[in-house]
């Protein structure tokens, strides 16, 4: 068979199994187990478990439990509401502050966290309720949170860009500070959106507020939430000021969130920590048993030729890089509505790296692009993730709701990826001045 029709069968029989209600792991195991049993034969079964071993025996993979464990051990605590709560009390008198103050808040916990979801749950569930009582709309509240927690798969450390580095074979430090920038610049258009936004609807909820906070009720709740700021400003040291590889530094930050958790927040039952132990167990185990069963899908797609055959037919279309551009970004867009981001980049990104890099593309600003992707697939349906952890948060508004609010900062989100592609030095320079010029290979 046409290696380019195989590469459509297994496309179809992927998305076909992935939508019976399997998880993605199992999912690509099976897909890629028939494939390579009918088109190799019995035999190349054999090489099943050495493969999927192969692609977990890799000392940077560390370093995913341990920020999944950095991120828990925050979740844990009242670290998202106390933060939430600093930046309204500095920022109460901003036109639409408090959906100023819950952007940031995101973005903040995103950084301490790294994970979406965890980010609308600590965030929404004080924010959402005071937005609501403000007299901001439900569209207002539930979109803007659901938004600003996506900012935890893009703002460092991230555990997507983690999987992003070990399945390209990219630099991890360097691929966190590509984020940086351009997540600076994504706060930057939820904020001015939402300050467009309230402006626009006549200063809703500013007007009703009719609360001042001295400065000592503004410093006194900032020794709760510093010591997670400066854990994080530490581990980033650590990592780019060449103390530590980014395992060490995960396994340093990790240790150090449970101690503050302790300390500050008297996390001081057994119980309480066996379920940050447990909850980041089972993360870390879903994300790794992914990551082994893509390298199976992976290898599968190599030894039938699909993925040189698709990057070949690519490579030859006569078209100029940006619309080639362009179609992957549209891929990346509709696989991102129904799949996880882990799951995407680990299938598509050993595909589609060699045909962006022969384009002329930087492979770290790509990673971006497909970050911003996979945060616009987190707010929207079928899958949409923080949409579902929304509504279970605030069952009384409605999935539509939650999405028209949202739907403001997905176009925040495709105006980023329109200013990142005509100005790529948003996201090179901070690794280019830190790290300096990477070698070409």
């Given at each position: 068979m046409d290696p380019l029709a195989l590469g459509g069968l297994v496309a179809l029989s992927t998305v076909i199994i992935l939508f019976s209600g399997v998880s993605v792991g199992v999912g690509l195991l099976i897909v890629a187990?028939?494939?390579?049993?009918?088109?190799?034969g019995p035999r190349s079964l054999q090489a099943l478990p050495e493969l999927f071993y192969g692609d977990l025996n890799s000392f940077a993979l560390l370093s995913i439990p341990m920020f999944i464990i950095m991120g828990s051990a925050i979740s844990s605590t009242r670290a998202g509401p106390d933060l939430y709560e600093?930046?309204?009390?500095?920022?109460?008198k901003v036109p639409g502050g408090l959906v100023v103050s819950n952007l940031g808040a995101c973005a903040l916990f995103a950084a301490m966290s790294g994970s979406s979801p965890a980010t609308c749950a600590a965030i929404g569930k004080m924010g959402i309720p005071e937005m609501r009582k403000r007299g901001y709309p439900d569209e207002v509240a539930a979109g803007s949170?659901?938004?600003?927690?996506?900012?935890?798969?893009?703002?460092?450390?991230?555990?997507?860009?983690?999987?992003?580095?070990?399945a390209t074979e990219t630099s991890i430090g360097r691929l966190f500070l590509a984020g940086v920038m351009p997540g600076i610049l994504l706060v930057s258009l939820f904020i001015a959106w939402a300050i467009f936004d309230t402006w626009r609807r006549?200063?809703?909820?500013?007007?009703l507020s009719g609360i001042n906070y001295s400065w000592k009720e503004r410093f006194e709740i900032l020794p709760r939430v510093l010591p997670f700021v400066v854990i994080i400003l530490g581990v980033l040291y650590a990592l780019y000021g060449g103390i530590a590889t980014p395992s060490e530094t995960a396994a340093v930050g990790a240790l150090f969130c449970i101690v503050v958790a302790i300390v500050v927040y008297r996390m001081v039952q057994p119980a309480a920590l066996w379920v940050v132990l447990r909850d980041s167990t089972r993360e870390s185990v879903m994300i790794l048993f992914i990551i082994g069963a893509a390298g199976v899908f992976s290898y599968m797609l190599s030894s039938l030729f699909v993925t040189q055959?698709?990057?070949?037919?690519?490579?030859?279309l006569d078209v100029n890089r940006w619309v080639l551009m362009g179609i992957i970004n549209l891929f990346l867009l509709v696989a991102g509505f129904f799949l996880p981001p882990v799951a995407v980049i680990l299938m598509s990104a050993p595909i589609l790296l060699p045909i962006i890099t022969a384009a002329g593309f930087d492979p770290y600003w790509f990673a971006v692009i497909v970050t911003i992707n996979m945060e616009i697939g987190l707010i929207t349906p079928p899958v949409g993730l923080n949409l579902y952890v929304i509504n279970g948060i605030a069952p009384d508004i409605s999935l539509r709701k939650i999405l028209v609010g949202s739907m403001p900062f997905v176009l925040c989100m495709v105006l980023a990826i329109a200013i990142l592609s005509a100005f790529p030095g948003i996201v090179t320079w901070l690794p280019d001045t830190i790290m300096g010029p990477e070698m070409v290979r």
């Open positions: 187990t028939f494939f390579m049993y009918v088109f190799d600093a930046l309204e009390r500095w920022l109460t949170i659901a938004a600003g927690g996506t900012l935890g798969i893009l703002i460092p450390p991230s555990v997507t860009m983690i999987v992003y580095g070990i006549g200063a809703a909820g500013v007007a055959s698709v990057a070949g037919w690519i490579a030859e």
